[in-house]
T-cell receptor, first 114, second 112 residues
Framework: DGGITQSPKYLFRKEGQNVTLSCEQN?????MYWYRQDPGQGLRLIYY???????QKGDIAEGYSVSREKKESFPLTVTSAQKNPTAFYLCASSIGEEAKNIQYFGAGTRLSVL | GEDVEQSLFLSVREGDSSVINCTYTDSSSTYLYWYKQEPGAGLQLLTY?????DMKQDQRLTVLLNKKDKHLSLRIADTQTGDSAIYFC????????????FGAGTRLAVHP
């Protein structure tokens, strides 16, 4: 079954700690994205990657880091520099070089601060 | 910059039609999308429309696009309790990379 798997579903962070959210896809998509969702707001783009070993900052990249060493994996690290990390994080992927650019989403990870 | 706006809530009776509205600012957008989010879940693509179309129908869903007014709507016919969710409108950023710009979402509540 093709899809996007995010783990864990729930994550708790202590102050000063870095945490890493996992995103894996088996859709053979080139492009992958990380969004942050806060209540009553739309999704905001954190980072995106159009191809392996390449990624760019989105609108709210400060306090976050990513890597793209494999096509199927795009982990997001929430660093201690992110002062308000409590949110719902969504990973997405798309074919990439396609006009429609339909993005497919994982089930999300809810991050809370202890 | 580009912006997408939606009303936050809509309440309808089961069996009635729901109409969710959206306005956007980027007149160069080529594609516009409707996504559905159920509680605690990711986003599911419902439908999309290319900017040279006025209307697209897919079973109970009808999308209307008014490019002149930059207005997009999603009509759900015969609304069911299973349609209760948050509906997001999104436009493809014409700025050169594969970015989608999302509205804040409309929460649809269906009551008996």
């Amino acid at each position: 079954d093709g899809g996007i798997t995010q783990s864990p579903k729930y994550l708790f962070r202590k102050e000063g700690q870095n945490v890493t959210l996992s995103c894996e896809q088996n859709l053979n998509h080139d492009a992958m994205y990380w969004y942050r969702q806060d209540p009553g707001q739309g999704l905001r783009l954190i980072y995106y990657s159009q191809i392996v070993n390449d990624f760019q900052k989105g609108d709210i990249a400060e306090g976050y880091s990513v890597s793209r060493e494999k096509k199927e994996s795009f982990p997001l690290t929430v660093t201690s520099a992110q002062k308000n990390p409590t949110a719902f994080y969504l990973c997405a992927s798309s074919i990439g070089e396609e006009a429609k650019n339909i993005q497919y989403f994982g089930a999300g990870t809810r991050l809370s601060v202890l | 910059g580009e912006d997408v706006e939606q009303s936050l809530f809509l309440s309808v009776r089961e069996g009635d039609s729901s109409v969710i509205n959206c306005t956007y600012t980027d007149s160069s957008s080529t594609y516009l999308y409707w996504y559905k989010q159920e509680p605690g879940a990711g986003l599911q693509l419902l439908t999309y429309i290319f900017s040279n179309m006025d209307m697209k129908q897919d079973q109970r869903l009808t999308v209307l696009l008014n490019k002149k007014d930059k207005h997009l709507s999603l009509r759900i016919a015969d609304t069911q309790t299973g349609d209760s969710a948050i509906y997001f409108c999104a436009e493809r950023d014409s700025g050169g990379y594969n970015k989608l710009i999302f509205g804040a979402g409309t929460r649809l509540a269906v009551h008996p």
